[in-house]
T-cell receptor, first 110, second 114 residues
């Protein structure tokens, strides 16, 4: 079946360092959504990317959609302890099937 | 607004027992979904509904049934629980289908089957 690979599985950073998580698909995606789940919480929608090469920013967060629409990344500049959580991509395929990545768990050391 | 409300928050079942998870949303959303979340596997879609009275299978539907008798409610049933169904279950809703609008998740139900 269709799968989206998300890496890394875990990332531990010192506060102030940058963080990036990647989602990769072997087939072209229709669009991609990103969610954040705080420890013990539920996923919360962050953003949706639709266009090839699209880049969107939310304060310290930068989201990119690859030119071929097969990959996406979320980059956090100068992490803070409030960034702790698991970040998921949700990839929509052209047959309207949506699959979540396994998530990247971010921990931040103050 | 409460958003998406799930009950119960925790439940322990013995193998073979049955139960129903309740999900209610007050956002007048057409689409509702049930996901399960297991460590290292992200969220997997169990069943979904595109409107009152309709349901459809997702990625991992076996062992589960659903019903959407009212637009605001989506029920997930386990007829004969198995240890493999130990998981965290999330209900979600969206204004339109997932490719057009974000999913709004409930707080989850942690189910343990012994």
């Amino acid at each position: 079946g269709q799968q989206v690979m998300q890496i890394p599985q875990y990332q531990h950073v010192q506060e102030g360092e940058d963080f990036t998580t990647y989602c990769n698909s072997s087939t072209t995606l229709s669009n991609i959504q990103w969610y954040k789940q705080r420890p013990g919480g539920h996923p919360v929608f962050l953003i949706q990317l639709v266009k090839s090469g699209e880049v969107k920013k939310q304060k310290r967060l930068t989201f990119q959609f690859g030119e071929a629409k097969k990959n996406s990344s979320l980059h956090i500049t100068a992490t803070q302890t409030t960034d702790v959580g698991t970040y998921f991509c949700a990839a929509l395929y052209n047959n309207n099937d949506m699959r979540f990545g396994a998530g990247t768990r971010l921990t931040v050391k103050p | 607004n409460a958003g998406v409300t799930q009950t119960p928050k925790f439940r322990v079942l013995k193998t073979g027992q049955s139960m129903t998870l309740l999900c209610a949303q007050d956002m007048n959303h057409e689409y509702m979904y049930w996901y399960r979340q297991d460590p290292g596997m992200g969220l997997r879609l169990i069943h979904y509904s595109v409107g009152e009275g309709t349901t459809a299978k997702g990625e991992v539907p076996d062992g589960y049934n659903v019903s959407r008798l009212k637009k605001q409610n989506f029920l997930l049933g386990l007829e004969s629980a198995a240890p493999s169904q130990t998981s965290v279950y999330f209900c979600a809703s969206s204004y339109s289908k997932w490719y057009n609008s974000p999913l709004h998740f409930g707080n989850g139900t942690r189910l343990t089957v012994t």
